[in-house]
């Protein structure tokens, strides 16, 4: 079992930029891939990023240009970094773990992002 703990979401004007953080209550090192979906109402829940072991990452297009993924395996930390955001970025973030390539999956709780002026 892995527990997943979110930070970083909230209210940021069109253009700006936040900071997602997710923290796995193992060692981050054991997971195979860590990343985040998001899902807006109304909307099919999209993969967003992919860090995996191997340190290497996928975007999704529609934020590729904008949002970074990286693993701190010393913090023990996966960072989604999102810039130049606009409003059809804003959703409910969700941090997961894939444990082994495959599963068990696991899932944060969700954070917020909402974009707007």
């Known amino acids: 079992q892995v527990q997943l703990v979110e930070s970083g979401g909230g209210l940021v004007q069109p253009g700006g930029s936040l900071r997602l953080s997710c923290v796995p209550s193992g060692s981050i090192s054991s997971i195979y891939a860590m990343g985040w979906w998001r899902q807006a109402p109304g909307k099919q829940r999209e993969l967003v990023a992919t860090a995996n072991r191997d340190d290497s990452t996928t975007i999704a297009n529609s934020a590729k240009g904008r949002f970074t993924i990286g693993r701190d395996n010393a913090k023990n930390t996966v960072i989604l970094q999102m810039n130049s955001l606009n409003p059809e970025d804003s959703a409910v973030y969700y941090c997961?773990?894939?444990?082994?390539?495959?599963?068990?999956?696991?899932w944060g709780q969700g954070t917020q992002v909402t974009v707007s002026s």
């Open positions: 997961y773990a894939d444990l082994r390539g495959g599963g068990p999956f696991f």
